[in-house]
């Protein structure tokens, strides 16, 4: 039986006899794939009334990635074999300028009118300011697939079993989409705020978590200039460990930082003439797992995290500092619903999917005793009101919030389980 300090809630440190845990949370993340499987790919949420009512009954681009991924590695032959079809369905939704929608919705419920047309047929929605990264990881999902699964996307259509990085037309589209959006000098994606997963933080301009994601996909498609990616997204994100910067503009960019930044040891969450301190958790974990941190990066980002007890309580804090309503980078929009004040949703709460790449990070960097501890209590985290795998919970209360059934938080507990038991990186070798 799993031991714990504390209340019983996963508080406290998770002893190291939590396999039994671990292999319940195993089963249940299997099962709960499975209920939320439809035809057309995975749900990012149990199907009920109010999942409904809030949309999360859609395929979702980041959502049906991250699980194409865990379910590829999941073991379960099912759950392989349907692990394309959510960006199958992405993609036959594609924009004509080659942008994968923030999601498709397959079963909108009663038809309803809007100007005179029916919307039960299937929709797609791409965001109010463009939702950059579904089509990073549609792309990045499906070149896994295609590594590890003879039924990557298309099977059936004459494109399984290709090589990594070959582009079918709807990639080559998705490719000159994302490039369109890179600066000619930094070779880094630009994009507006709340344009990416964290969708109403106010990270723009050159964003990390974006741009983590843009240095797997020209590695893994081969894209030109991927080393210039690299060292200039360590000299904008990191400019306090890298060279002076050659081109002017970089260099007014990292002079300010240089002069007013307090915390040295992670990467900054953007940086665009002001810059995000805030601690930016998955970003980070991205940098390291995408491969664009080299090994002294990773052990500086990996300790900074740890120093900052981002999982004290559950994997993981997805900030280390939140940002507060005094706070410059504070938006109006943050405050609708009072859903994103300080320890809340992207500003701070605890995010089990992200911590699944946490564990995945950890394993990665060779720190598997951590790395086991961490995989039990981000069991413990999914079995919160009986294995709710509620979307996230309040950062310094661990009170679940959000809609549970979250298909993503057992996909990436999926992803931790398999990075562990093949001590490795297994997202991005």
């Given amino acids: 039986m799993l031991k714990l300090t504390g209340n019983g809630t996963g508080r406290g440190a998770v002893a190291a006899n939590g396999g039994a845990l671990i292999a319940d949370c195993h089963a249940r993340s299997i099962d709960l794939l499975r209920r939320n499987l439809t035809p057309a790919g995975i749900l990012a949420a149990s199907p009920g009334d109010r999942a409904r009512r809030r949309g999360y009954t859609a395929i979702f681009g980041r959502d049906a990635a991250i699980c194409a991924i865990g379910m590829a590695l999941s073991g379960d032959p099912l759950l392989e074999r349907a692990a394309a079809a959510g960006l199958e369905t992405l993609g036959e939704h594609q924009a004509p300028n080659g942008q994968i929608p923030k999601f498709v919705e397959p079963f909108p419920g009663e038809p309803r009118s809007r100007g005179g047309r029916s919307a039960s047929a299937r929709e797609a929605d791409f965001w109010y300011l463009g939702c950059i990264d579904s089509t990073l990881w549609w792309l ?118 240089l002069r007013r930044a307090r915390n040295r040891d992670l990467y900054l969450s953007f940086n665009f003439s002001f810059f995000g301190e805030e601690g930016d958790v998955f970003g980070n974990l991205l940098a390291v797992l995408c491969g664009v941190a080299d090994s002294r990066a990773s052990r500086r980002t990996l300790d900074a995290l740890q120093l900052a007890k981002v999982s004290r309580l559950y994997p993981v804090r997805v900030v280390t500092r939140p940002i507060r309503r005094r706070s410059a980078l504070w938006r109006p929009y943050m405050a609708r619903h009072r859903q994103n004040e300080a320890w809340q949703y992207h500003n701070g709460g605890i995010w089990p999917m992200v911590g699944g790449f946490w564990v995945t990070a950890l394993a990665a960097g060779g720190r598997l005793p951590q790395a086991r501890l961490e995989l039990a209590k981000l069991a413990r985290a999914c079995a919160v009101r009986n294995w709710a795998f509620t979307e996230w919970l309040h950062g310094t209360k661990a009170t679940p919030r959000g809609m549970p059934g979250q298909s993503w938080n057992a996909a990436a507990f999926l992803m931790a389980e398999r990075a562990i038991a093949e001590k490795r990186n297994v997202l991005f070798p």
């Fill in 140 to 257: 990045l999902a499906r070149d896994f697939l295609e590594r590890h699964s003879p039924r990557g996307p298309g099977a059936g259509n004459g494109r399984a079993g290709k090589g990594p990085g070959k582009r079918s037309r709807r990639a080559e589209l998705a490719l000159q989409w994302l490039l369109a959006q890179e600066h000619q000098r930094f070779f880094l994606l630009q994009q507006n705020e709340a344009s990416d997963w964290a969708d109403i933080m106010p990270r723009s301009g050159f964003v990390l978590y974006t741009n983590a994601l843009w240095y797997a996909v020209k590695r893994r498609y081969g894209l030109d200039r991927s080393e210039e990616t690299r060292d200039n997204f360590n000299s904008l994100f990191h400019p306090f460990s890298a060279r002076l910067a050659e081109y002017r503009r970089a260099r007014l960019l990292n002079e300010y930082v």
